[in-house]
């Protein structure tokens, strides 16, 4: 059995043991037809099913509190069905066909939808065109999403399921879209490797031929270092508070090397796909999961140890935005 007969059976059993169809030889036919036409065209792509060691989930919320005691967490296998993911993130494209879709039938619900543009503005830098322009321009058409809240996620996926079921022609009778989880992210940018560090193997940010592999800052973990700081609690105690900080320009030999990554984001298709196909897992934007607060991933303006797979970044609020923050999407089919 080749891999991508694989694929499509690990996700004949899982659709049709929710679904209530029986397992026979007409009902796979079926489903491996209707996947193929879906599939052939798709910004989609099939991740198999399989497992992930919680030790990549725990690793990243524990991690101080096991330094602390000294304990040793209890490593086991989680099991990931498998699921639908878009190649790359959302893109500018893609939202305004949402804010068009609002601005004629709910112009209230279109003013909640629109992106925080204004993310763009920083102290230290001139980024007024971005303000401008990014999310509209078509320069950025294939650009990532950013500015946009974890709620506005949600109603762009709601938005997504609604508009797939109006579709008279449509392929699966009926699916939703949504964020993917936490277990689902970082299990889909392993890519199939086993407790990867980022999306592709290795622990490098360059391959051979010395091209960074992700859009970020210039430098790889093995230029990034732990450094303790000391912080009053509202007792007066100090206690201490761990940051990274990163050596400047490290390993890098020419000062020509300083202009191969994008100076902001960069196109959702871009770079080198991981094993599963999927784009831009590592950079770009740091990626929302269905769990509030959380990104993985990093962005274009982190350093590489935030792109590593299993490590967290931490945003507050539902509704908060950033320049650096986006999403990309999983379709799960609920009925053939």
Request: one cysteine or more; glycine letters at 6%; a positive charge.
């Amino acid at each position: 059995m080749n891999l991508k007969t694989l694929l499509l059976v690990n996700l004949y059993y899982l659709t049709f043991s929710l679904a209530g169809f029986s397992t026979n030889t007409d009902s796979l036919k079926l489903v491996n037809k209707l996947n193929k036409k879906f599939l052939k065209k798709s910004a989609y792509l099939l991740i198999p099913s399989g497992s992930i060691s919680t030790y990549q989930l725990i690793y990243s919320t524990d991690y101080a509190r096991i330094l602390t005691t000294k304990e040793v967490p209890r490593i086991k296998e989680k099991e990931i069905s498998s699921f639908m993911m878009k190649k790359g993130e959302v893109t500018n494209s893609d939202y305004l066909k949402l804010l068009y879709y609002y601005k004629t039938k709910d112009l209230e619900k279109y003013k909640t939808l629109l992106p925080d543009t204004l993310v763009w503005r920083t102290p230290l830098a001139y980024n007024e065109p971005y303000v401008e322009y990014y999310m509209r321009h078509p320069a950025y058409q294939e650009y990532p999403i950013v500015g946009v809240s974890h709620h506005q996620a949600e109603l762009y996926c709601e938005w997504l399921t609604e508009v797939y079921h109006q579709n008279p022609d449509r392929i699966y009778q009926k699916v939703i879209y949504r964020l993917p989880t936490e277990a689902e992210w970082i299990y889909a940018a392993n890519g199939g490797l086993s407790n990867a560090n980022y999306p592709w193997a290795g622990p490098y940010m360059r391959n051979a031929a010395g091209k960074i592999k992700a859009n970020c800052l210039n430098f790889g973990t093995e230029g990034v270092y732990r450094d303790t700081l000391y912080k009053k609690d509202r007792n007066g105690n100090f206690k201490e508070v761990y940051i990274y900080r990163a050596q400047p320009h490290h390993g890098i030999d020419h000062e020509t090397d300083l202009n191969d990554y994008s100076d902001i984001t960069a196109p959702t298709i871009s770079y080198w796909p991981n094993n599963y196909g999927l784009y831009n897992m590592a950079g770009n934007v740091c990626e929302m999961v269905a769990e509030k607060g959380i990104t993985h991933g990093g962005s274009w303006n982190d350093p590489g140890h935030y792109l590593q797979n299993h490590i967290r970044q931490f945003y507050e609020g539902e509704h908060s935005s950033s320049h650096k923050r986006g999403f990309r999407v999983v379709m799960q089919i609920l009925e053939y």
